[in-house]
């Protein structure tokens, strides 16, 4: 059972749409971040969010920590090509993080 | 800056074999970590080390060895490898003093490993 929970799965859509993902846990996290990874690489740090309720937005991309620090949300506007990739989420532990399976996001030109 | 290198790429190995799976980080961080990435799972611990001369288990520790070979290196070793190691590994290191900060993990480009 994965600690942290990524929904969907999958996602596929067209140049434009707007989307949002979605990490859920039962367990409060005292940080959680977004990873962006890319085929044949390692995932690339976004974005981290520390505060209950805490929103930060990355040009296009809007992250959003919930009130109780157990889950969290991305959000893409107008998503482009090279958003493509897959989107892991990572909460803080006492000594490493956990990763969440990831939304795996395919933007079609 | 190269920041996380890890070597080799892709390797395959027959069952019982061993092979250490190299990485090495020049951004004198003190913490580094061993992760392995499996569709549907996400990345699992194995192994870490907080500072230069400690390594400590992972979530997934069993069938593998670290060596904390100096501030910028940390090996792995698989001693006799199995099919259920297949997998794509992945290197990590990240600024601090072995706790969570607000820097967020530098990864390394993976190796991908075939177990037959």
């Known amino acids: 059972t994965q600690l942290l929970e990524q929904s969907p799965q999958f996602l596929s859509i067209q140049e434009g749409e707007n989307l949002t993902v979605y990490c859920n846990s039962s367990s409060v996290f005292s940080s959680l971040q977004w990873y962006r990874q890319e085929p044949g690489e390692g995932p690339v740090l976004l974005v981290t969010v520390v505060t209950g309720g805490e929103v930060k937005k990355l040009k296009r991309l809007t992250f959003q920590f919930g009130d109780a620090r157990k889950d969290s949300s991305l959000h893409i506007t107008a998503a482009q090509p090279g958003d493509t990739g897959l989107y892991l989420c990572?909460?803080?532990?006492?000594?490493?993080?956990?990763f969440g399976a990831g939304t795996r996001l395919t933007v079609k030109p | 800056n190269a920041g996380v290198t890890q070597t080799p790429k892709f390797q395959v190995l027959k069952t019982g074999q061993s092979m250490t799976l190299q990485c090495a980080q020049d951004m004198n961080h003190n913490s580094m970590y061993w992760y392995r990435q499996d569709p549907g799972m996400g990345l699992r611990l194995i192994y870490y080390s907080a500072s230069e001369g400690t390594t400590d288990k992972g979530e997934v520790p069993n069938g593998y060895n670290v060596s904390r070979l100096n501030k910028r290196e940390f090996s792995l070793r698989l001693e006799s490898a199995a099919p259920s190691q297949t997998s794509v590994y992945f290197c990590a290191s990240l600024r601090g003093q072995g706790t969570i900060s607000n820097y967020g993990y530098t990864f390394g480009s993976g190796t991908r490993l075939t177990v037959v």
């Open positions: 990572a909460g803080a532990g006492n000594n490493d993080m956990r």
